[in-house]
């Protein structure tokens, strides 16, 4: 069965700056997370997506419904988009119940099929014991998330979201991003959401387009966007491995868990989710080293069998290794200096134990 999406060929000239995206085409599944530094046009793309820019040209097509073609471009409210701005417009002479509710009737009125219910998203965003409070009295996260919520009750068919964190300071980043992931397992409706931030986008998302200059220069899952050498999220970086595990066992008086990677099993830091959980761990290149076999006596707890896929320059003095995890499709980036390459005699093919020393939780 094909999946549906949102595909198309965009451009508009505003002042000094072109969009020209080229042929796209996003799965109306899951999250999408589109990132660029300030400029490359990632909130130009989302709005001429969205019908705000009257300029634009090309194609676009949601499914089988076109958006934009030769010019005729389907009107706003007919597209039944949800979007997201960076600051939350909340109606000030209504409490929360009364904007979410504004969302829910309004939807109704227009026909619309209810899929999404109040109870779930105040579920979804926590906001129960916010339903009585003046808007005027929120914090910008509780804004935030009470302009998610009545967006989600206009019951749209995607969800946009223009950098919505972006007015929040870091306090109120952290205490929200746990609504925002709760959200991307929650909700059925594909979400757009645009980012600089490679720490939201890596929490986020399923798959990445980077835009850069007003192109959309490569659209990648998640995990590729993330493990391959040199992406655009982590330049300037050390490097690293994000991946994904299933949390499997809780052991609560050593105060760990124990996921699962492939066939294999790390112990991480005491995770608060469910048993079957998807958790998405990050082990940085410099905390790995290779041992010949696993050691009878240690006190690092994570071991992994790999093979050497790829040596490759690093810096003056370290080679970056590219190891492949048995029975997974996930990389593992090493760091080791030259000097330990050379005594080892490390080559690609060689089969070796990953010693990690400290494993990170993005989830």
């Known amino acids: 069965m094909t999946t549906a999406t949102l595909s198309g060929n965009l451009s508009v000239q505003l002042g000094d700056f072109i969009l020209q995206t080229g042929d796209f085409s996003i799965p ?19 709005r001429c997506l969205a019908g705000f820019e009257n300029q634009a040209e090309g194609t676009v097509n ?4 076109p958006w934009l073609r030769t010019k005729k471009s389907l009107p706003i409210h007919k597209r039944n988009i949800g979007y997201v701005f960076q600051e939350a417009s909340l109606f000030p002479y209504l409490n929360v119940e009364g904007n979410l509710n504004y969302g829910l009737k309004r939807a109704l009125k227009a026909g619309k099929a209810q899929t999404i219910t109040f109870e779930q998203v105040v579920d979804w965003l926590g906001l129960s014991a916010l339903l009585d409070r003046d808007v005027q009295t929120l914090s910008g996260g509780e804004r935030q998330r009470v302009a998610i919520a009545r967006t989600l009750l206009s019951q749209p068919a995607i969800l946009m979201m223009d950098e919505p964190m972006a007015a ?22 594909p979400i757009l959401y645009i980012s600089h931030s490679p720490q939201e986008v890596e929490r986020l998302a399923d798959r990445v387009m980077f835009m850069e200059q007003g192109r959309i220069v490569d659209f990648e899952p998640i995990e590729q966007a993330l493990n391959r050498e040199g992406t ?18 809780q052991l609560e008086s050593e105060g760990l868990s124990r996921v699962q990677v492939g066939d294999e ?11 079957g959980s998807e958790v998405r761990l990050v082990i940085a290149a410099q ?15 994570n071991h992994l069998p790999v093979t050497i896929e790829s040596i490759n320059p690093h810096n003056d003095y370290s080679v970056l290794l590219r190891l492949r995890l048995s029975a997974s499709s996930f990389p593992l980036l090493a760091q080791v200096t030259k000097r330990s390459m050379q005594s080892l005699q490390l080559a690609p093919g060689q089969h070796w134990v990953a010693a990690i020393k400290s494993v990170a939780i993005l989830d």
């Open 28 to 46: 109306l599944t899951g999250v999408t997370a589109i990132f660029g530094h300030s400029g490359s046009g990632k909130t130009t793309f989302i």
């Open 62 to 65: 949601f499914g089988n419904q």
């Open 168 to 189: 929040l300071d870091l306090f109120a980043k952290r205490a929200i991003m746990p609504y925002l992931e709760r959200l991307r397992d929650e909700v059925e409706i």
């Open 232 to 249: 655009p999220l982590y330049q300037g970086e050390e490097p690293r491995s994000v991946m994904k595990s299933l949390l499997v066992e």
């Open 265 to 275: 099993s790390l112990f991480v830091p005491h995770l608060q989710q469910a048993i």
């Open 287 to 301: 905390q790995i080293s290779l041992m010949k076999e696993k050691p009878a006596f240690t006190s690092m707890l």
